[in-house]
């Protein structure tokens, strides 16, 4: 909550901040923005030990003042590992597309509801398997320019189906269905807009 406080608090300095700045803020047709994630982590208890990393640089073109369609593409890492063995290696690859309909996109702040479509390969180097995961999902998310080319982002995911093939095989397949509007589960991310 602190983070989340801080996070807040400091949106708001920036944007005051910079509210002198002449010039458009927002969207129009013709836009072009970058966005992303990217994290790393590690974790030691004892003998046990994990880490991991995943990189999801994202594009997106408005094809009209209200509507942006665009693309990701991602990569990212797991292992672990306790004095014994090894007991996970795993790596996943992920395109996806997405659209975007934004409800106030010339303003400085507006609201998105964006669909979108992935495609995951996700390989075991373990057990040398390979599992296939296509998932949709519906959600929300909000845009604050705090200069003219600089916006803050927050979105979560409310609607989302995977599906898992388990490594195929005849593996069974997994397939989840959810709605998720836990807003404790909120990400924050940083948008250029060219």
Avoid: C
């Amino acid at each position: 909550m602190k983070k989340l406080l801080f996070a807040a608090m400091a949106v708001f300095a920036f944007g005051v901040a910079n509210a002198q700045e002449e010039g458009k803020t927002g969207f129009a047709k013709g836009d072009l923005f970058v966005s992303g994630a990217f994290s790393i982590g590690s974790e030691k208890t004892g003998d046990n030990k994990s880490s991991g990393f995943e990189i999801e640089p994202k594009v997106g073109y408005f094809v009209s003042d209200n509507i942006a369609i665009g693309a990701k593409i991602g990569y990212a890492s797991d292992k672990a590992e306790n004095a014994i063995a090894d007991t996970q290696d795993d790596a996943a690859l992920t395109v996806g597309v997405f659209g975007r309909y934004y409800l106030t996109p010339a303003s400085q702040f507006s609201l998105f509801g964006q669909l979108g479509v992935d495609y995951s390969t996700v390989e075991d180097k373990l057990a040398d398997a390979k599992s296939k995961e296509f998932g949709v999902n519906l959600g929300l998310g909000l845009s604050y320019f705090v200069s003219n080319n600089f916006a803050i982002e927050a979105g979560w995911a409310g609607l989302g189906y995977s599906s898992n093939d388990n490594g195929g095989d005849g593996a069974d397949k997994t397939n989840s269905f959810g709605l998720d509007v836990d807003l404790r589960s909120i990400n924050f991310g940083l948008l250029y807009k060219f």
